[in-house]
């Protein structure tokens, strides 16, 4: 879910956390269309994390009156276009056998 949010909250940012994103997303889906930062605080401080008031107020700000289906949809969107490594080097085994196969349908004609 990372990449869900980096455009809307400047995840790339080292100060912020994903702490606070993941708290924002947990009031969100337990029905809290609007968490406020008490509801962030309560979250966080239920598994022993100490909140940052401007890190919660900077999480809390780009995410207002934002919907949390759609920004997780226009992730989805971009995290689609993201190229994924893919293809790589055939096994260090696999050229010289195939080499092999080469020189003996040669010889057979």
Same mark, same amino acid.
């Given at each position: 879910?990372? +990449? +869900?949010?980096?455009?809307?909250?400047?995840?790339?940012?080292?100060?912020?956390?994903?702490?606070?994103?993941?708290?924002?997303?947990?009031?969100?889906? !337990?029905?809290?269309?609007?968490?406020? /930062?008490?509801?962030?605080? =309560?979250?966080?401080?239920?598994? !022993?994390?100490? @909140? *940052?008031?401007?890190?919660?107020? #900077?999480?809390? =700000? *780009?995410? =207002?009156?934002?919907?949390? /289906?759609?920004?997780?949809? &226009? !992730?989805? #969107?971009?995290?689609? @276009?993201?190229? @994924?490594? %893919? %293809?790589?080097?055939?096994?260090? !085994?696999?050229?010289?056998?195939?080499?092999? *196969?080469? #020189?003996? &349908? &040669? #010889?057979? /004609?």
């Amino acid at each position: 879910l990372h +990449f +869900f949010w980096c455009d809307y909250v400047s995840c790339l940012n080292k100060d912020l956390n994903m702490r606070y994103v993941a708290a924002y997303m947990l009031a969100s889906l !337990g029905g809290n269309a609007a968490p406020s /930062e008490a509801d962030i605080n =309560k979250i966080l401080s239920s598994v !022993g994390i100490e @909140s *940052e008031k401007d890190k919660v107020s #900077k999480v809390l =700000k *780009e995410l =207002k009156g934002k919907n949390l /289906e759609e920004v997780i949809e &226009e !992730g989805s #969107k971009k995290l689609a @276009s993201v190229p @994924s490594g %893919g %293809g790589g080097a055939p096994a260090a !085994g696999a050229a010289p056998a195939a080499a092999g *196969e080469a #020189k003996k &349908e &040669e #010889k057979k /004609e």
